[in-house]
């Protein structure tokens, strides 16, 4: 019997980081454990106020039936307060939200519900990998705009064909932008909206993974300029330290919602109760996200030093807890030379998280992504081994 994946499946790229991953692991046979810059997953716990509840939300969730595909009252009217609260975004919890398993299995799911085959779908580069795998899983084409520094990493939706607009259902934008920790303020979405309004394309916006982790200027929802044929996702992941806990909510135009709604109960049976009830805790509560965000800003004030001590051009995010390094000659070769048992330094090479655009170019190539995951110690040991090098 032969067996062979599907052809949608086959159509994606190998795994990006199999070349790094090796050395890593090289580097761990030979006894030295390396300093992990390369995968953003927070290393801090989920707070503690959220851990000691949970066998008291266990409890009160015993019988463990299956959970409302949608959401239940109480995660529903958190993300309501959160929302009200955080950017003045009033939203009905019965039309306009609807709870998800994080944001990555919304993102990857959303154009399932919204294009025909042959229909594009326009997907930042460098861009979260769900928006292209999503759009080519639902049979659509990905169409990648460059994100690059001269446009502050906006994405320049008024370069793209007016031949590709024409059949572009979606697009996707990611703001704050994850690697580049750009931001995009009012002005800009009220530009996008008036044209994406104009071709009748839907916005798709990844905008809360990285929302609450800022340095300086805190970042706007597009949904507080407009809502009609946009839909936002928020993960809990990032804010709240809760990756594993697979928890986020999609809200916006109730048109977008209903369909997205209907399109997740053929997926998926919903969020489990007693990590939507801890999900609603961590929402309610902005106090441990002031904190991670004064440890983020820590990590960051004690790298940046020390990348422009080596030589490197200033790298200075304005929100997530990435930096965006511009390096001299090929990023993957300056990943390897990271990776020297004398630095032990992981980073990610930026072309292998970008896309080839329609120019040719690959607008990830000649950098590479610091995650700021390590401690405090090892960041600072990090910076120590980066400062003592010349890269220029």
Known sequence: MKIEASKRLASLPPYAFAEIAAKVEELRTSGITPIDFGVGDPSEPTPDFITDNLTELGKKSARNGYPS?????????????????????????????????????????????????????????????????????????????????????????????????????????????SPTGAIADKEYYRALIDWAHQHEIIIAADEGCYIDIYYDTKPSSILEV??????????????????????????????????????????????????????ALALDDDAHVESMRALYRQKRDILLPALRASGLEPANPAASFYVWQKVPGSDVDFAKRLLDPALGIVVTPGSLISETCEDGTNPGAGYVRFALMPTIEEVHEAARRISSQKFS
């Open 226 to 279: 407009d809502r009609e044929g946009i839909i936002a996702f928020y993960s809990l992941s990032k804010r709240n330290n809760m990756t594993g806990y697979r928890v986020g909510f999609a809200c916006g135009d109730e048109r977008l919602i209903q369909i997205f709604k209907r399109l997740k109960t053929n997926i998926d049976s919903g969020v489990p109760n007693i990590v939507q009830d801890a999900a």
């Open 69 to 177: 595909y949608i959401g239940n009252n109480s995660y529903r009217a958190a993300a309501v307060r959160y929302m009200q609260r955080r950017f003045g975004v009033s939203l009905d919890p019965e039309k306009e939200i609807c709870a998800t398993v994080g944001s990555k299995e919304a993102v990857f799911n959303f154009p399932e519900g919204f294009i025909n085959p042959g229909d594009i779908v326009i997907c930042p580069s460098p861009g979260y990998p769900p928006m292209r795998t999503g759009t080519i899983f639902a049979e659509g084409v990905p169409y990648y705009a460059p994100l690059r520094a001269e446009k502050g990493f906006l994405l320049d939706f008024e370069t793209i064909p007016e031949s590709v607009a024409r059949r572009a259902k979606i697009i996707w934008i990611n703001y704050p932008n």
